[in-house]
Nanobody, 121 residues
Framework: QLQLVESGGGLVQPGGSLRLSCAAS????????IGWFRQAPGKEREGVSC????????YYADSVAGRFTISRDNAKNSVYLQMNSLKPEDTAVYYC??????????????WGQGTQVTVSS
């Protein structure tokens, strides 16, 4: 069964950090571009970050650039999102998704179930 599982979400104070993990099972991530997306209540889902399958190129939304870092560990079949200097507006359900080939996170093939991130004092 092809599956992506996110973990690492939780409640954190403004200015704090969290590290999200996305683990794949049933397929290897080596040949997939992996993206992190988020959806806040009442808002549309938005792309947060993407890491390419070929050269490891990365993309960040303007709202998180300089604060979030995406990385991948193909040996562990996992992708991570390090989130620093968190703000209340980062509160959302975070999803990872995979698309085969290329370096752009569009028309994703597989999605995880999501993990809740809440930034609040």
């Amino acid at each position: 069964q092809l599956q992506l599982v996110e973990s690492g979400g939780g409640l954190v104070q403004p200015g704090g950090s969290l590290r999200l993990s996305c683990a794949a099972s049933g397929f290897t991530l080596d040949y997939y571009a992996i993206g992190w997306f988020r959806q806040a209540p009442g808002k549309e889902r938005e792309g947060v970050s993407c890491i390419g399958s070929r050269d490891g190129s990365t993309y960040y939304a303007d709202s998180v650039a300089g604060r979030f870092t995406i990385s991948r560990d193909n040996a562990k079949n996992s992708v991570y999102l390090q989130m620093n200097s968190l703000k209340p507006e980062d509160t959302a359900v975070y999803y990872c998704a995979a698309v085969r080939g290329g370096d752009y996170c569009v028309d994703m093939d597989y999605w995880g179930q999501g993990t809740q991130v809440t930034v609040s004092s």
